[in-house]
């Protein structure tokens, strides 16, 4: 059974810092890209980061240059490190598979206060 659990949200002031992380299981972590997303109120879920199995990264333009996406195979962890954070950023981050998606984890909430 495949999980995804993601944590390390939680309420920051525009310019701060948050690091989420996401730990799969039930799954061969080390060959699937993995991506992260993220859902506002009101809007559609967006992939703003993925990596690649070898380790290349790609950045929604929203993003580009203020988050970075990292995993770590030993720990079938995949990580996403937010900088400059700002409000627009505020919304329910996930983590999936984005060439096969696996049921939704419960996500984690990041709320940027301006």
């Known amino acids: 059974q495949v999980q995804l659990v993601e944590s390390g949200g939680g309420l920051v002031q525009a310019g701060g810092s948050l690091r989420l992380s996401c730990a799969a299981s039930?799954?061969?972590?080390?060959?699937?890209?993995m991506g992260w997303y993220r859902q506002a109120p009101g809007k559609q879920r967006e992939l703003v980061a993925s990596?690649?199995?070898?380790?290349?990264?790609n950045y929604a333009d929203s993003v580009k240059g203020r988050f970075t996406i990292s995993r770590d195979n030993a720990k079938n962890t995949v990580y996403l490190q937010m900088n400059s954070l700002k409000p627009e950023d505020t919304a329910v981050y996930y983590c999936?598979?984005?060439?096969?998606?696996?049921?939704w984890g419960q996500g984690t909430q990041v709320t940027v206060s301006s």
């Open positions: 999936n598979k984005p060439r096969a998606l696996e049921t």
């Open positions: 039930g799954i061969n972590f080390r060959i699937y890209t």
């Open positions: 990596i690649t199995s070898g380790g290349i990264a």
